[in-house]
């Protein structure tokens, strides 16, 4: 066959005349949803966001570089985005918020609470104590009841229970029971508690 020939086709070519550019994508490695862009005697894999790589085979580190996660929070990345895992009192896309533990408080007897991170304060009234101010302070425990009077514990304060014969504050004074008596007939009112003391008896 005279005049006859063949064509050696350059890679990426084929066909008789070397007219017919190989579609490499036909048998693509590209991964992730990738597109397959065929070159000659090649391919480009044009990534999805978030992946990169010749294959696009990589997740992107989008936590590398700057985050904005605050407070102590891990980043962790996603897929072309990245998320935050707070740490235990903080909230918010970039854990930017302190919860407000306050807003389920135990606080009691009016106390005031205070937000703190994953715990909160209660500012106890005068006279509470206690982490929750649930326990009224006795304060007896210095009183100034007299004369046998009984210390009743009060919210802040004291009140003091006198024996017959005494009243005031602090049953610190000496009633004058003859005052309204009924001795009748001539007889003689004694102030029992005056007499008794005068005499030094003790009840
Ligand atoms: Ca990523
Ligand atoms: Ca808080
Ligand atoms: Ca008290």
């Known amino acids: 066959m005279l005049n006859d020939y063949a064509c050696k086709c350059r890679p990426g070519f084929t066909g008789e005349f070397c007219d017919v550019n190989i579609n490499e994508c036909d ?25 990169t790589g010749f294959y696009c085979q990589s997740n992107i580190n989008d936590c ?14 996603l897929l072309n985005t990245y ?3 707070c740490e235990p ?12 533990e306050c807003y389920f408080n135990q606080c ?45 514990d009060m919210t802040n304060r ?14 610190q004074s000496n009633v004058d029971d003859c005052r309204d008596h009924q001795c009748q007939n001539g007889g003689i009112c004694m102030d029992l508690v005056c007499f008794q003391l005068g005499s030094g008896l003790v009840l």
């Open 158 to 171: 004291y009140a003091c229970k006198c024996v017959n014969g005494f009243a005031g504050k602090h049953c």
């Open 108 to 152: 009691q007897n009016g106390a005031t609470c205070t937000d703190l991170v994953d715990d909160y304060q209660c500012v106890c009234a005068d006279g509470w104590e206690g982490r929750f101010c649930q326990n009224n302070i006795n304060d007896c425990v210095d009183h100034q009841c007299i004369n046998n009077g009984t210390c009743i």
């Open 64 to 77: 590398a570089g700057v985050n904005k996660c605050q407070h102590g929070s891990a980043c962790i990345d």
């Open 27 to 51: 048998y693509h490695l590209c991964q992730n949803g990738a597109e397959c862009i065929d070159k000659v005697n090649g391919y480009q894999c044009k990534c999805k966001e978030g992946w």
């Open 83 to 85: 998320a935050c895992q």
């Open 89 to 100: 009192g903080w909230t918010g896309r970039y854990c930017e918020t302190n919860i407000d």
